[in-house]
């Protein structure tokens, strides 16, 4: 609790579909300030990192080779109880169970082409960032 950060990726789909506006701006009407905020194209090995948790799945594959096909917009947002705020605001993995309202629940029909990624955990957070980001980039 109190004011914490998070790291949103917009993923290969939502840059692609044209949703980069709409993300940021649902965020920043929230009232969450951004702190970094870049494009990029992951490569395999920053991907296999950012997803080592899920290594052993069977969707791992799918998932590198769909988080490296093409340009992510990468942001590090702030504010009261942000990572709660943020998972709260895209909604469950699966687009078709997120609930209306939320990003995936507005913009996603499926579980891996879900539009947004955010940090689930303090520890997500601190992680993840730090493999998008150098210290530079972050205000
Ligand atoms: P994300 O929140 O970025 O965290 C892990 C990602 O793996 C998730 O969003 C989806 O893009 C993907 N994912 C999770 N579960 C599955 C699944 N069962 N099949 C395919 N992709 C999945």
Do not use: C, W
């Amino acid at each position: 609790m109190g004011v914490e950060r998070t790291l949103v990726l917009v993923k290969p789909d939502g840059v692609e579909r044209g949703l980069v506006g709409e993300v940021i701006s649902r965020f920043e009407r929230k009232g969450l300030k951004i702190r970094a905020l870049k494009m990029l194209k992951m490569t395999r090995e920053m991907a296999e990192e950012f997803y080592s948790v899920h290594r052993e799945k069977p969707f791992f594959n799918d998932l590198v080779e769909f988080i490296t096909s093409g340009p992510i917009v990468a942001m590090i947002l702030e504010g009261d109880s942000a990572i709660e705020v943020v998972r709260l605001m895209i909604g469950s993995t699966d687009g078709r169970k997120a609930q209306p309202g939320t990003i995936r629940g507005d913009f996603a029909l499926s579980i891996q082409n879900n539009v947004v990624h955010a940090s689930d955990s303090q520890e997500s957070f601190e992680r993840e960032y730090k493999i998008v980001f150098s210290q530079e980039e972050i205000i």
